[in-house]
């Protein structure tokens, strides 16, 4: 988790580095070229902090502002921002750098449309844009079992990555729940021998659901259970 954790952190930075770049000081952080999130609808979570401190914290920003949305406007996402999302899921970490992951983008009205038939939690397909499947190649495993880490790591990544740009998305859980692998499987053709493992929906934001505000300092020990943690240093 903490690996996870990491490279998550190395991610954000990275896209906010990059606007950080920009020529455009003023610029809400992480945008691509175009100043995608800028446009009505999209929702950067605040406006760049100034100077050499901007990516970093516009980073951290992106990692305590993500939430799950599942209310969109109904506009298109453009595939560039779809390759930046799928890029970044690339980018997490695997067991042995096994990288298990393969992914469906899924554009198709009819096909959004009907998977909450076989998915009870899956309702705000119908308003999305667009949805990632992220199937396990478990057949591809050089470490057998850990591909639900793997593809969870690819998964929060594509949520970072969507929220870094202005969008809008919820991870929607598919594996380990039987049902819902095969039926989802069947739906988009998925070969019976891989794995699907979650599903997100994407859109441009129409919610804002502010900070989750979970910090629990009372979850947190130093050194042994029980301990209680505090920052002194
Ligand atoms: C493994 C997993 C499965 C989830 N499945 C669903 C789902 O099927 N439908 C849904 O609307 N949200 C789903 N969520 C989103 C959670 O409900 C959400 O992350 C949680 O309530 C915390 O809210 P937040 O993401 O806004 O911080 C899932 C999240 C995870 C990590």
Redesign the pocket.
């Known amino acids: 988790m903490i690996l996870q954790g990491l490279t998550v952190g190395f991610l954000v930075v990275g896209l906010a580095a990059a606007c950080c770049e920009s020529k455009d000081a003023a610029a809400p952080y992480c945008l691509d070229e175009k100043g995608a999130a800028a446009q009505p609808g999209a929702a950067p979570a605040a406006a760049a902090p100034a100077g050499k401190d901007c990516a970093r914290e516009a980073a951290l920003d992106v990692l305590l502002t993500?939430?799950?949305i599942?209310k969109y406007e109904q506009k298109p996402v453009p595939d560039a921002m779809v390759q930046k999302i799928l890029e970044a899921a690339m980018e997490a970490p695997s067991a042995g750098n096994q990288q298990p992951w393969r992914f469906i983008v899924i554009r198709d009205r009819a096909l959004l449309n009907d998977i909450p038939s076989v998915?009870p939690?899956?309702g705000?397909l119908k308003e999305a844009d667009l949805a990632i499947l992220v199937v396990a190649d478990v057949t591809a495993e050089k470490y057998p079992g850990y591909f639900p880490q793997d593809c969870?790591a690819a998964t929060e990544n594509i949520l970072l990555a969507a929220h870094a740009q202005g969008l809008g998305s919820?991870?929607?859980?598919v594996f380990p729940d039987e049902e819902r692998v095969r039926a989802v499987g069947q739906k988009l053709g998925v070969p019976a021998n891989l794995m699907p493992f979650?599903l997100v929906a994407i859109g441009w934001p129409a919610e804002d659901?502010g900070r989750?505000g979970?910090f629990d300092a009372k979850r947190i020990y130093l050194d042994k259970w029980e301990a209680p943690w505090k920052p002194t240093l």
Do not use: I, P, T
């Not at 919820?170 to 859980?173: A, E, T, Y």
């Open positions: 993500r939430r799950s599942r998915h939690y899956a705000m969870s919820v991870w929607l859980g979650s659901k989750g979970r």
